[in-house]
């Protein structure tokens, strides 16, 4: 089939279905503005130190590489990134009732800027919306964390117990939620169709989820730039700009 050929069939696939489940990573958000962590102009490739630091052991053991990160974040592209038009088209699918769940690799909250329902989103990741302490439950929204990084203070502790302060995000060495994993193991033996969407489905156990809805009977659509494992199994493979594809196939259902 053609491309446009495979966009109408998805649409109708998506039309049809009683669950679908969506899995997003870095290439949703790349064209508002977040680089994404390995590609040749991605975070960690530019400044592997920024790798280092976000693994968790040398975050807690290094006040130095706590204040960096702290000062890193004021800075963010991710305080000032929107939606595009590829989050705004998945609202709206939510909108039209034919998405189920949505899962996400990615860390920056665009998801629930543009409109999904916070309790159909799962952030395997976590978010840098909030911050919470790893010593205690403290947690809370991170603009709190960054006034007080304004304000002077490099490496801010805990108010309610002096511990260590980081954003809400799962570093490397950290447990993924196992509340998330199994949401997300849910979703994805429920769905009818199954769309992995600007994901390299190379980090596990996320990269699983595909393999689960096949093994389900779904449908499975990979709409990414680059090609991934599971390309021979899907079927439907789309190439196209996520900002153009997305809005399109969303008119379509």
């Known amino acids: 089939m053609t491309p446009d050929n ?22 949703i958000s790349t064209e508002s503005g977040i680089p994404d962590f390995r590609g040749p102009e991605g975070v960690w490739t530019k400044d592997p130190e920024a790798e280092k630091r976000a693994t968790l052991q040398h975050y807690l053991a290094s006040p130095e590489a706590r204040a960096k990160s702290w000062k890193g974040r ?16 998945l609202a709206e699918l939510e909108g039209k009732g034919k998405l189920q769940m949505l899962i996400t690799q990615n860390i920056d909250g665009l998801h629930h800027q543009a409109g999904n329902d916070p309790n159909r989103i799962i952030e395997v990741h976590g978010n840098v919306r909030e911050f919470r302490c790893m010593n205690c439950t403290d947690r809370g929204p991170i603009e709190l964390v960054l006034q007080r990084v304004r304000a002077g203070e490099e490496d801010p502790p805990c108010k309610s117990c002096g511990g260590v302060l980081k954003s809400a995000t799962i570093s490397f060495g950290q447990n993924l939620e196992r509340d998330d994993i199994e949401r997300s193991e849910m979703a994805s033996v429920s769905a009818d169709v199954f769309i992995a969407i600007g994901t390299s489905l190379g980090v ?29 199994e899907a079927h439907v493979v789309l190439r196209e700009r996520l900002g153009t594809l997305l809005p399109r196939l969303v008119e379509m259902v």
């Open 204 to 232: 596990y156990p996320v990269a699983m989820m595909p393999d689960l809805a096949l093994r389900s009977g779904a449908k499975l659509a990979i709409l990414n730039a680059e090609p991934t494992p599971y390309d021979g």
């Open 74 to 89: 004021l800075n963010s592209p991710f305080s000032a990134a929107t939606p595009n038009a590829g989050h705004i088209a």
């Open 6 to 27: 495979d966009l109408r069939q998805l649409a109708e696939w998506i039309r049809d279905a009683s669950w679908v489940t969506v899995m997003t990573g870095a290439g």
